[in-house]
């Protein structure tokens, strides 16, 4: 289990899933499908997408991962997640193929989304990409627009070490004659994308050569922008409930995807997208991106947690102007920590932890990494405990993020 236990669990190829969806009558090929890859961004973009479908009132799944709370939340239609009885039924009725295939847990799980979107009979559903692209379980599916959001550095393992590297391996979602939708335009990589495009004749669009945005309004609970198309004002006063300014760099390809969707015949009207965008959270259920758990002090949660997502969470963080900020920080055992801990601000105080999965980063090897860059903690025996001293030691106007990793957001009780 890629989740639990890291790379050892990644399969580089894509035939055992091709071999579940044969033997389950290739559901992937009954409905309509967006397919989203990316570094950072795509899980919110994924949730951007699907709330606009869904009140542009199309029935929409949703497969994303990892969950944080129950298995359940990677697989959901128009919102709601998958009943813990057809995922009984599902994996009763197909233990002599498990045994057959011998799939991972991620190649079932992605069996078990496509099966469920096709026996529920979706217009539309929307495919994040677990890791990669080219070789992700996801990337059997035609869809009728392919995202790919912004490319960093994460897995360099598994995708390559250089962003052209990961770029090649994401861009391997890039069907022939599918529109391909580039949400942010990155020079290193934008050669990467072209190339494929034009190799296998997709037309491609860069949001940013399309879409601008001018952020009119910034508060907790949700941000406003200016959007402008070629220049000319389009949507005036766009709220997004979901309030990671990073949020600025997938808007773009979330806006260009639906307009593609629109010169495919969907129908989606500007109220649409204005209710799907201000409501994303209501309508799909997403957490922890840039989420307020507690006013005073004030705390917020964020799953980013690779050196471009906690770029953006610290100057987030600096925006806010505490007197103190106090981080709750853990850490896998495959991410680069050293260069992540350089980047964080000394003045913070830290608590640090590891989560209970096997790929936690032990706590006691992080404190050694933080007090060789010179960053002052303690440790703590779970999430909990850092986040419960935390909160003892924290004034009612300082701030206490909690982060550094998917599975440390997991674990917060309020969440």
């Known amino acids: 289990m890629f989740q639990r236990i890291g790379n050892a669990a990644f399969k580089k190829s894509l035939d055992n899933i091709i071999a579940l969806c044969d033997a389950t009558g290739n559901p992937q090929h009954t409905y309509k499908t967006i397919h989203v890859a990316g570094t950072n961004g795509k899980g919110s973009s994924s949730h951007m997408l699907a709330a606009v479908l869904q009140e542009a009132g199309y029935k929409t799944g949703l497969y994303t991962s990892p969950h944080l709370k129950s298995f359940t939340e990677r697989v959901r239609i128009n919102g709601v997640e998958l009943p813990q009885q057809y995922l009984i039924d599902f994996v009763e009725n197909c233990k002599p193929l498990f045994e057959q295939v011998q799939p991972s847990f991620f190649e079932m799980t992605v069996a078990l989304a496509f099966k469920y979107f096709a026996d529920e009979q979706v217009d539309i559903a929307v495919i994040e990409v677990g890791l990669g692209g080219r070789l992700d379980s996801t990337n059997i599916i035609t869809p009728e627009a392919s995202l790919i959001t912004n490319i960093g550095f994460d897995h360099q393992n598994l995708l390559g070490d250089t962003l052209q590297a990961i770029a090649g391996e994401k861009a391997g979602i890039i069907k022939p004659g599918v529109p391909a ?31 601008s945005l001018e ?5 907790l609970e949700q941000q406003v922008f200016d959007v402008y198309h070629h220049g000319e004002l389009y949507l005036p006063d766009l709220q997004l409930d979901l309030t990671g300014i990073y949020q600025q760099y997938n808007l773009p390809g979330v806006l260009q995807t639906i307009a593609v969707l629109q010169q495919l015949d969907f129908t989606i009207t500007e109220k649409a997208i204005r209710n799907g965008l201000a409501s994303t959270k209501r309508l799909t259920g997403l957490k922890g991106r840039w989420q307020v758990l507690n006013q005073s002090p004030l705390t917020i949660c964020d799953t980013g947690h690779n050196v471009d997502g906690i770029k953006q969470i610290l100057s987030q963080l600096q925006s806010l102007q505490a007197k103190q900020v106090h981080f709750v920080f853990g850490a896998v055992n495959d991410k680069d920590v050293t260069t992540i801990l ?16 096997p790929r936690a980063l032990p706590v006691g090897e992080l404190q050694q990494k933080a007090d060789a860059v010179g960053l002052t903690g303690d440790s703590y025996s779970s999430v909990n405990a850092a986040i419960q001293a935390a909160k003892e030691n924290a004034a009612p106007d300082d701030v206490i993020f909690i982060g550094g990793s998917t599975f440390v957001v997991a674990e917060i009780e309020e969440l």
């Open 215 to 219: 952020l009119k309004n910034y508060s």
């Open 181 to 211: 939708i580039i949400s942010t335009r990155q020079l290193e990589v934008a050669a990467v994308f072209e190339h494929k495009a034009a190799e296998v004749i997709a037309p491609i669009y860069f949001a940013p050569d399309n879409y």
């Open 342 to 357: 350089q980047m964080l601000p000394k003045n913070y105080k830290y608590y640090f932890c590891q989560a209970t999965i």
